[in-house]
């Protein structure tokens, strides 16, 4: 079982930055994601793409955020990061980390992040 834990969220406000991250241990095993991303999710509402990693270092961002958030990871894909710059409140949502393992999804406990206009 793979296991994540997220940590960097937080008040910020408009046109200020954060940066997330997300760590993934599985015990007796290597992680080997094939895929590191994030995704947001308000209250009552689905989870939606922020931005996916992959092992070759290709990266998908969500419209709304491109060109204004970074998604990295370490080359061992146990750690990604994003980095989100000029935030609005319209940002301002739950995000949490996902990693993709043989067909297997895995999510950390969520990062609220807080944009204060």
């Known amino acids: 079982q793979v296991q994540l834990v997220e940590s960097g969220g937080g008040l910020v406000e408009a046109g200020g930055s954060l940066r997330l991250s997300c760590t993934a241990t599985m015990w007796h095993n290597s992680v080997r994601a094939n895929v590191l991303g994030w995704y947001r999710q308000a209250p009552g509402k689905q989870r939606e793409l922020v931005a996916t990693?992959?092992?070759?270092?290709?990266?998908n961002y969500g419209d709304d955020v491109k060109g204004r958030f970074t998604n990295a990871r370490t080359s061992a894909m146990t750690t990604t990061f994003l980095q989100m710059n000029n935030l609005g409140p319209e940002n301002t949502d739950d995000y949490y980390c996902?990693?993709?393992?043989?067909?297997?999804?895995?999510w950390g406990q969520g990062a609220q992040v807080t944009v204060s206009s």
């Open positions: 996902n990693l993709a393992r043989d067909s297997v999804g895995y």
């Open positions: 990693i992959t092992r070759s270092g290709s990266t």
